[in-house]
């Protein structure tokens, strides 16, 4: 396109470091205090870091030299990050180095946030607060019963769990920024995620966040996870045309299959069967669009201390006008705060059926193949995402179908906070290691390094396998950072479910600019001691798969 002759720039102005400090903390300005609360002062940095790109120099050789960014920098830093929680408690000042660095800051307020990498005592001070901040938070937002806590602990859990959409900040609103605990550092790559063990930056408030505590006191060096992959058939009658939007394009409901009558019993009968066998359970996860809302009342309601994990569906209504509802729930009863059964969570992408998976469903006489496409007809809620943290090495979120494969928003915030297990519900065909599904667990597996299952109803399975499409009956895949291939996991002919054992590993894992998550103590004896712990990470890794029959329990059990 030619350019007018008469076109002019709007605007030279460059974002400085004061406009960009102030959307975040309106009232700021040059001559003002600083925050002491730690992610606040994380929330404003990493921002500066991130808009500026400055934060990739940390890797350059020049840069980390003429910083002093080396081994005594990061145990100072620790120190530093110590000694400035310890002041969050004793409700003292903050360590004067904290606050010089930030006056650097506030002397650079006319700064273009451009020039941010060039100016090199501005970008040290970023650098020392950021790690610092980060330092201050070892263990944020992830309790388990073997760790007490502390007043800032208290302080952090308060903030994270009072607010409609969770951040750690306590002066920033999160329709600008949030600050979330943060579980995995990719050892890869080079984005502001590797700087970080313990806090994450958040600035997209399109997806709102949810961070909820779950007791599960049994789980201490691993868990049990019973996979119900209901249902076991499936119709192509499941599938029926709802409206039809254009010559060759229309939306398709899928009718959620009711539950076999005496359902709970028999999944008591499996829970028996299973505990005696392999260990008790902890987890029962189902797949996508598994049961109706009345159906997981009813699980929740009948089994305690049990986590309950379940696509959940609700069909709409024509003369209302109403489209279907997709959704996942996960609870736990005793909840330790108030829900109504569950925490909820909808799909965010709508399924899009085209020829080549009508064929591969065998639906073809419920939806006609000739369209170009079918979409899901559901409504599309806003988009948010749960996190579930289960003690201080464990925390887990739950993604729907398609939220696995697309990249934005959602898979970018998990990214970012780094769960330790990811739960793709599906309803999907077998899920083989050339599949998408492997394809993108293998992603969250590289970064950050999650552990990531994914589950379909064999029914599907088996509606597409009798199209002739070759493979196992694989039910669900495991995918973990540490064992680096894809597992197969497949439900043989009678079986009702199967059994995961995930053992909990350690594993070291390290910050761009060198700093370990090994904890004060484990770092000052790491050259002497070399039995100390490999790092403070917990992996899940999957090292055991179990079929269970209901109906097979022998007499001795």
Known sequence: MKRPQNFVAQSNDQVTIARAVQFLLPAWGPESQMPTWPPDVFAVVATLLKRSGAYIKIVNHKTRKELGINGAWSKKISGIGIDWRQSIIDNTPVPGVIQSWWKTIASASKVPISNIGANLPLLDALICLLASADESCWGIGVYGEERPLDDFDDLALMYLLSKQCSTLCQSIHASAAM???????????????SLTHNLALWDNPEVKTRWIQLSLPTVTEGMNVLLLPWPLEIHPTAFSPVHKLQENIGTFAFNVC??????????????????????????????????????????????????IIGGVGELGSREAGTAAQNYVMAGIKPPI?????????????????????????????????????????????????????????????????????????????VRTVGPNLVIGLLLDGPQLEKRWSARYATVLAEDPR??????????????????????????????????????????????????????REWALEYTADGRSDK???????????????????????????????????????
């Open 179 to 193: 600050v979330l605990p943060k579980l995995h550092t990719p050892l890869s790559g080079m984005t502001m995620r």
């Open 450 to 503: 999650c552990s990531v299952l994914t589950l379909t109803s064999a029914g599907l399975v088996d509606l597409s396998r009798s199209q002739g499409l070759t493979g196992k009956r694989s039910i669900a895949l495991w995918k973990d950072a540490l064992s680096g291939v894809a597992r197969e996991i497949c439900l043989d002919e009678g079986s009702d479910g199967v059994v995961l054992n995930l053992s």
């Open 337 to 413: 705060t108030d829900t109504d059964g569950g925490w909820p969570q909808h799909k965010h992408h709508r399924w899009r059926l085209d020829r080549g998976q009508i064929e591969q469903y065998g639906i073809g006489n419920s939806l006609d193949a000739s369209y170009k496409w079918w979409w899901e007809d559901i409504t599309i809620r806003d988009r948010e995402c749960n996190f579930f943290c289960v003690n201080d090495w464990l925390t887990f979120c739950i993604l729907l179908c398609e939220d696995l494969a697309r990249q934005d928003p959602v898979a970018d915030l």
């Open 258 to 307: 009711p539950m076999v009558e005496g359902f709970i019993e028999k999944i008591k009968d499996l829970i028996s069967i299973a505990t005696a066998r392999y260990g008790p359970i902890h987890a029962l996860v189902f797949p996508e669009l598994s049961m109706g809302p009345d159906q997981f009342r009813q699980l929740w309601q009948q089994f305690d201390n049990i986590l």
């Open 519 to 557: 904890d004060e103590n484990q770092r000052d004896n790491e050259d002497e001691n070399q039995d100390a712990p490999t790092g403070a990470t917990g992996y899940l890794r999957l090292t055991g798969v179990h079929q269970v029959r209901a109906g097979t329990k022998p007499p001795n059990l």
